[in-house]
């Protein structure tokens, strides 16, 4: 039981099959008391029977590209929670034709501004706002991914916007350590879920990815969640400004080496 009498606010669920789902599971399952953030009232209906399901019974709206919807979250947060123990932060978008074809030739300024202000800069605006209630000893933590660093087809804007928000992972924990406040971030393997499926051939990256892994496989949103769980927990209390790879060994190998020994 990692996270007994820890209150946590987890931001990014879509639907049952999204990372932030298997995240609440986990903490819900190490002890965590769990909140859930939605975006607006159209993603409350699908929200709304996932957390039935796992006894979570305090839902916000918050929408991270409004100063003032964030604001209002917290303050609302705090009617039920007086102070809590972190945030989880999985939440990535850019606009849909910024995530197929040639990355010169399809990105524009505005899916640019769009990516990062919604995949980084909204990691900042909820750690700002969530500052003044969150107890000693807090864990912030957000979700990347290896295209941050290795260039992936048609991943583009997406790319720039997750190398921004593992920065932004590096300063928001050198910014909140003093405070006792650890920031972290996990890079997960490509799930399928709703963001994911937005990339053109995600279902060739998939297959790509389980012939090149160690593990000879993808992960689960429960695998992720599981290390998000330690990672918000007290025995992590040592660990901040990381990145965390829950990928199968993906990001250590550069070839498949059964192509090598056949």
Not at 188 to 194: D, H, N, S
């Amino acid at each position: 039981m990692l996270l007994t009498d820890k209150k946590i606010i987890i931001f990014g669920v879509a639907n049952k099959f999204s990372i932030a789902t298997g995240i609440a599971k986990s903490m819900i399952e190490h002890g965590a008391e769990i909140a859930l953030a939605y975006q607006n009232e159209r993603l409350l209906k699908n929200i709304e029977p996932i957390a039935k399901s796992l006894g979570i019974e305090v839902l916000v709206e918050c929408d991270v590209a409004n100063d003032q919807s964030i604001d209002n979250c917290f303050q609302l947060i705090s009617e039920k929670w007086k102070s809590f123990d972190g945030l989880v932060h999985s939440i990535g978008f850019a606009p849909a034709d910024q995530l197929k074809g040639n990355f010169v030739d399809v990105t524009t300024r505005e899916g640019f501004k769009i990516a990062h202000d919604i995949s980084s800069y909204s990691f900042t605006a909820l750690a700002k706002a969530a500052k003044p209630f969150l107890n000693q000893s807090s864990s912030l933590l957000t979700l990347t991914y290896l295209g941050s660093l290795q260039t992936m087809p048609n991943y583009n804007v997406m790319g720039l916007a997750k190398a921004s928000l593992e920065a932004n992972t590096r300063f928001l924990a050198a910014s909140m350590g003093r405070d006792g406040i650890r920031v972290n971030a996990i890079s997960a393997g490509p799930i399928k879920t709703l963001a994911a499926s937005g990339v053109k051939n995600f279902r060739k990256m998939l297959t790509q990815h389980s012939e090149r892994a160690p593990l000879g496989r993808t992960v689960t949103t429960e695998e992720v969640g599981n290390v998000a769980a330690f990672l918000c927990s007290d025995y992590a209390s040592g660990i901040t400004g990381e990145i965390t790879y829950v990928d199968a060994g993906f990001n250590t190998a550069a070839m498949p080496l059964n192509e090598i020994e056949t």
